[in-house]
């Protein structure tokens, strides 16, 4: 899709410096511009590129004025980043208006549609499924009996959510994750053979939720795994059953949750983070990458090592682990000569 000049200094409320019925069609970086391509300069260290960059129409501050000649339309805007931002906002939700129902597709006979909603091909819908209005649900997607999902939520290709499942509005479901799988439940007899454990609750997504691509969340065995309004998780993080994660909380990727630990309000968790079961952490907590949790956790702590301890304490105590081999010679050469005294 083409936009001139005119129509994205209409969208940003900008100003024109050049030619303003110039058209674009996609969005690029200001060194890697081309004709047709739309970009952006907000870091000063960039600011050379303007006057090489090879793209149509540039966003810039208004403060912005050239020290030689350029070659690119100009829109001026108050903040060129938060400009450009908006305008992302907007080529996507263009890029994803998408309606109807395409073929084929399996639909039960009982489930409930909303208005101008998308199912893509090859997607299946269970009975009793509840679909909101302004859903999207992309191609071979799997929607399994008694889901809600309510409205302007985006389900994308290859998601997978188990009967009974609840997701809220306004939530994004990556390609490839997994909602309400079998918890891991599994109990040994005297022989030492394990048996399964009925999984037979459910997964409960609050409004404004993302989930990663390839993301997994198990239902819980009885009850409810419950991810908070405004959490946001990203790709490959295994959440176990009867987990509870408050609301703004943001967890990066492969990190896993073991079952029935409780994580509080406004919590940033680092990547490949490993949480033991059965905790609660509290609200505003900061957890370092590669963090090993094993007992409960305060408010407003910052932790890092695993087993993971105080930051502020954890990096005093790196600049002894890094100095243990000279502290160890030191100790041997001292040794020595109380040896030799002797």
């Known amino acids: 899709m083409n936009f001139t000049a005119e129509q994205i200094a209409g969208i940003l409320e900008g100003e024109i410096v050049g030619d303003s019925t110039i058209e674009v069609s996609r ?11 739309l970009t952006f300069l907000s870091n000063p260290k960039y600011t050379p590129y303007i006057y090489t960059t090879k793209a149509s129409i540039t966003i810039v501050n208004k403060s912005f004025i050239p020290e030689k000649d350029i070659h690119t339309t100009l829109i001026k805007v108050d903040d060129a980043y938060k400009a450009f931002s908006k305008l992302l906002e907007y080529y996507n939700q263009v890029k994803l208006n998408k309606s109807g129902i395409e073929q084929p597709t399996f639909i039960s006979d009982s489930a409930k549609l909303g208005e101008n909603i998308y ?3 090859f997607s299946y819908i269970g009975n009793n499924v509840e679909i909101g209005n302004h859903v999207k649900i992309f191609p071979n997607s799997y929607i399994g009996d008694n ?17 009974d499942c609840l997701v809220g509005s306004h939530c994004v479901l990556n390609s490839g994750a997994i909602i309400g799988a079998d918890g891991f439940g599994f109990t040994p007899n005297e022989k030492g053979e394990y048996h399964k454990v009925p999984q ?27 991810i908070r309004k405004g959490v946001k998780l990203d790709n490959q993080i295994q959440i176990a059953h009867n987990v509870e994660i408050g609301k703004n909380t943001v967890i990066a990727a492969q990190t896993g949750i073991a079952g029935s630990t409780k994580i509080g309000e406004n919590c940033q968790i680092g990547g490949q983070v490993g949480i033991s079961g059965h905790l609660t952490i509290g609200n505003n907590v900061k957890i370092q990458a590669q963090s090993g949790i ?41 040794e020595k000569k109380l040896d030799g005294n002797n």
């Open 27 to 37: 969005l690029s970086k200001i060194e890697e511009g081309a004709a047709g391509a």
């Open 119 to 121: 199912i893509g091909a």
């Open 147 to 163: 889901v809600v999902i309510k409205d302007y939520t985006i389900v994308f290709a290859g998601v997978k959510i188990y009967s």
């Open 200 to 226: 037979i609750g459910n997964v409960i997504l609050e409004d404004f939720v993302d989930v990663g691509a390839a993301t997994t969340i198990d239902r819980a065995t009885l009850g409810s795994t419950i």
């Open 294 to 334: 094993g007992k409960n956790i305060k408010d407003n702590e910052v932790l890092q090592g695993s087993p993971s301890f105080n930051y502020s304490d954890w990096n005093k105590s790196y600049v002894h682990f890094k100095n243990l081999p000279k502290l160890f010679k030191s100790v041997n050469e001292i």
